[in-house]
Every structure is written in structure tokens, then in C-alpha cells.
């Protein structure tokens, strides 16, 4: 025997296998931004522009709260503020290195304490490698520091890596934000649900 259904009766069957569906790509998303978020990247340090006075400079690299590194500014040294952070240095002279763009900061580096940059020239750019401890565990970062012929020395920006013990690119920034990416997916997503109960119902 045939089964006849109103219009309102298949409309909301249509509505209920399209939300099923929806809440089946929904969690999928969800999935997908959370695997993303565990996943290491590049963070951009909160330092930016810091003048190197005569004084001392300390550093935040990652912006915890906690002092990695510190500026000697009258010995002109990159220095480990508590005793566990690193600088990649040369290790005859223990003069900072200038890393070139792109070269990997890990593990396999020349480290230090402490690093000087008072022999180089003025009107240098420098690249420095970082090694430092964030909750218990090893994270890498960069420092670009400016020696301008006047003026002051400056620390211009830095970077680091969330992952622990993963090396870093030197001068590397972050990939657009994976994050933007989900959400942009989970937009599609509720877009097509709303669409779904959109419309007028027909009799």
C-alpha cells in the first residue's frame, strides 16, 4: 500500500536527515581544528623594537611571565637570565653566530650561556639562535637584533617554536592561522544548516 505524506510531513524529514548530516560534518570540523590547535607553529614573540641602553634588557620570549634571556648592555652580551637558557655561538670566542635566513636552530648547534655581539660591525642585523624552558621542556626561537651606526642598539623581534624540542627556521614567522581555516569551515558548515531550515513552508 502507497503512503501518502503532506508537504510539511517530507519538508521536516528532508530537515531532519539535513541536520544529521550537518552534525555529522560539524563534528568532523571540530575534529579536524582540534587536531589542528595540537600542533605545533611558530609564535610570534610579544618583544618588538627594545632600545639596549648602557642598562641591562631583559627578554620574554615566549610571554609566560618569565624572564628567558637578558641584554648586557655594557658588556654588549646575550645572556641566560636563570642559567638554562642558550644562545648558538661560535665556540672558539663565544661570539654570537648571525645565522643566515632560514637555517635550522635545534639541538645540534654550538650553545652557550651567554654570547657576545661586541665584534660586529655597526649598521649589522643579527640572527640569533635561542634555546629556552617552557614548563619543563626545551622550546627553540630566534632574535633579530639591529646595530645601527646611530643610536641605540635595538632588539628588533623574535620568534619560537610551541613544540617541544622541534628546531625552528631562523627568521621564520608563522603559517596564516590554522585556526582562521577551521573557522572558516565551520562557517560553510552552519551556513548550510540555516539553509537547510530556511524557506517558507508550502502547503
Known sequence: MKILLSRNLQRELKLEKAMKNSF??????????????????????????????????????????????????????????????????????????????????????????????????????LLVGLEFSRSGQVHYGWLSMSLPSSGPDLVVSAAWESTPNQGISAGAIPEPQDAALGAGLLATVLLGMRRSRGGRSRE
Open 24 to 125: 555529522g560534518t560539524l563534528a568532523a570540523v571540530a575534529a579536524s581544528v582540534t587536531a589542528l590547535q595540537a600542533e605545533g607553529a611558530v609564535v610570534i614573540s610579544p618583544i618588538s623594537n627594545l632600545a639596549i641602553t648602557d642598562s641591562y634588557v631583559e627578554l620574554d620570549i615566549d610571554g609566560n611571565g618569565t624572564y628567558d634571556f637578558l641584554i648586557n648592555g655594557y658588556s654588549e652580551n646575550v645572556e641566560s637570565y636563570d642559567g638554562t637558557s642558550r644562545v648558538v655561538i661560535n665556540a672558539d670566542t663565544y661570539n654570537l653566530i648571525d645565522l643566515p635566513d632560514g637555517a635550522v636552530v635545534n639541538a645540534s648547534e654550538d650553545w652557550g650561556s651567554y654570547g657576545s655581539y661586541w665584534d660586529f660591525s655597526a649598521g649589522t642585523n
